[in-house]
């Protein structure tokens, strides 16, 4: 089931190059395969149950390259699964955005149905080369989104994303090798891994393993100072490829720090956790205040990811710090369960803005919010759905920041107090979200406002699906957190060895 879910979208992607398909076909093909993927995470979740401390639901595993290792191992967990559901939500999302495209609409959906592929597979991935693979092929479709379907200095962009995205996969593959030689017997799977790490009490080269990967990690992710591929990439890349970006391409960085760094290399991670902290609060502080001074809002909304993935960073970097009491260990797991639901509610809002970021750039090809002004006139229902999106980047009560944020604060707070610095990040957010929707939405109506349209339905079904799930997850918390909980606290079971 797992890896008809994880291959399914390739298998039609493939059927999709055959030359004698058409657009329309296509298109709705791209609108069923992902609305079947939901529906397959959607029943995979039903039937989830909690496996325990070192072990995957729905497993499987076949030998691939037995010689090195390594094989064809997948898996899902409460860590994982939470993502696994948000990736098909958004591909969705997108699917439905994409239904009037008219720029190659066949070749389209097949590079978006195989990049779902490869972020569902990096997701369930329980071997270090097959997540490898993934994450890798990941790179390549989002490479060709932005250089085929983007706008602007389109290539330019596309060739730094790719430059500097590879770059971090090589330092992970130089990390992975390490993990590799260091076990006994060699292997690349990431339960064993996890369960054995390789390179307990081995000092400086445990942390220098963990440094390349931590490297190609924070490259993904972006973390400041690494984080100069991002705003050229969005901006000039199409809508539905700026929302896969952002919401589900960013947290297979994070998602390595959970799945990769924290288990494997504990005591490591330990001897970084620090200086990860600082990282984390430079990203938080540095993407709000450049956030602020943009007047292009695609990048701003991407400098507001870097905002948020530092509150990742930062919450597993208070989850690393050595436990001295019982209480703090429930810190830690809070921290790091903010950090899942973070990336979860990120994925959801995120993707909604550059959606409607993408309306605007459809009507009048400007993403200059000076340029607008008084769009609530002429575009309600447009208003309306960037409204309750920048409340909930900002962390506004009963949408699904304000839970992360509560969690990654409250957990990463009591860990270590330094982390309070970072709470300066939500208000400089405020200040930007207002910001945008004020200079967009409120005034007297001119300039590219005059005779606007207002969303059509294609285009805000998708918007409206991604913030009634972040709505849900804002006031009815529990089932999420009943899935994330019990995994984080594992994560911080196995980082405190």
């Known amino acids: 089931m797992l890896s008809v879910l994880v291959f399914l979208p390739l298998l039609v992607a493939v059927g999709l190059l055959w030359p004698g398909i058409g657009d329309r076909l296509a298109r709705r093909a791209f609108l069923v395969v992902t609305a ?48 696994a559901a948000m990736t098909t939500v958004v591909f969705l999302a ?34 270090l080369i097959l997540f490898f693979v993934f994450f890798d092929l990941s790179i390549v479709g989002m490479y060709l989104s932005i250089h085929g379907w983007g706008h602007g200095d389109r290539a330019r962009s596309a060739l730094q994303f790719f430059l500097y995205t590879f770059l971090g996969s090589l330092a992970l593959l130089l990390g992975f090798v390490g993990l590799y030689i260091a076990s006994a017997p060699h292997t690349f799977d990431m339960v064993e891994l996890a369960s054995s790490p390789p390179l307990q009490g081995s000092g400086t080269t445990g942390v220098l393993v963990l440094g390349a990967i931590l490297l190609g990690l924070a490259i ?51 001897a970084w956790a620090p200086w990860l902290i600082g990282v984390g609060i430079a990203s938080v502080l540095w993407g709000a205040l450049v956030a602020l001074a943009q007047t292009d809002l695609k990048r701003m909304v991407a400098y507001t990811s870097i905002n948020h993935m530092g509150y990742v960073v930062l919450a597993l970097g208070a989850a690393g710090l050595a436990a001295d009491g019982g209480d703090q260990t429930e810190a830690r797991r809070t921290a790091v369960s903010g950090a899942v639901t973070q990336m979860v509610s990120h994925g959801l809002l995120t993707s909604a803005l550059f959606l409607l970021a993408g309306v605007l750039w459809q009507r009048r090809e400007s993403y ?38 509560l969690q990654v604060f409250a957990g ?39 005779g606007f349209p207002d969303v059509r339905a294609r285009e805000s079904a998708p918007v409206a699906g991604l913030l009634l799930l972040s709505v849900t997850v804002g006031v009815l918390p529990r089932p999420l957190l009943d899935l994330v909980e019990p995994a984080a606290a594992v994560v911080v079971s196995l980082v405190s060895r």
């Open 368 to 405: 200059t919010m000076r340029e607008y002004g008084g769009l609530a006139v002429p575009a309600p229902r447009f208003a309306a759905l960037l409204g309750i999106a920048a409340l909930g980047s900002l962390g506004l009560p009963g949408l699904s920041g304000f839970v992360a944020e």
């Open 94 to 127: 997108c699917a439905v955005f994409a239904l009037a495209e008219d720029q190659r609409p066949r070749l389209q959906a097949a590079l978006f149905l195989f990049l779902e592929t490869t972020c569902l597979g990096v997701f369930a991935s329980a071997d």
């Open 36 to 83: 079947i993927e939901v529906a397959g995470v959607v029943a995979l979740w039903t039937a989830y149950e909690n496996p325990g401390p070192g072990r995957l639901a729905f497993e499987e595993r076949v030998p691939w390259i037995p010689g090195i290792g390594s094989s064809y191992h997948v898996g899902l967990d409460g860590l994982s699964l939470p993502l």
């Open 220 to 270: 993904k992710t972006p973390t400041v100072p690494f984080h100069t591929w991002l705003p050229p990439a969005h901006t000039d890349a199409p809508a539905i490829g700026s929302a896969v970006l952002a919401g589900v391409l960013l947290k297979l960085g994070t998602y390595g720090f959970v799945r990769i760094a924290m288990p494997m290399l504990p005591e490591a991670f330990r």
């Open 412 to 450: 990463s707070i009591a860990t270590t107090p330094v982390a309070a610095v970072g709470l300066v990040g939500i208000l400089l957010m405020t200040a930007v979200m207002l910001r945008a929707v004020q200079q967009l939405l409120t005034g007297p109506v001119g300039g590219l406002s005059d």
